[in-house]
């Protein structure tokens, strides 16, 4: 925003000096103002996209006390239930380590395809989908939405 308003400013007193000495008409101040201003703002950086992180990163209880895995299908609601030691360890060991960018894009959305509820005994502990994590939406990811739907389809 302060350099449009810089970018406007010198656009401005540029179009005045040209106009006191008779070198451009008034109609041409406001095109050559509105060229001005378009090329001096499509020039602006974008904000960076956030950096990626392990998902681990998002879950900082003990990965290893996690004994069921609830899996919810988003297109029919089935939910599946996992509690075997071994494919919870080897699932839980390979999901943690896949890199997820938070979405520059925070507004508000619906809808997933997968979601996972992980619990140490009855008490949820971690529950992320594969485009939120808690209140952060994150940008979609072909590995997680893989590891989700192995787990599913198991």
Partial sequence: MFILLIALTVALIALLVLERFKKISFGKNIFLLTVLTLLLTGCQNRPA??????????FKGEWDKIDRIDMRNGATGEVRTFKEKEILRKWIDETRIIKITADPNQEARTGFRYSANLYEGDKLKFGFTDGRIGNVHILSSELLYNQLESLFES
């Fill in 49 to 58: 996209e956030p950096d990626p992180k392990p998902l681990a990163d998002y």
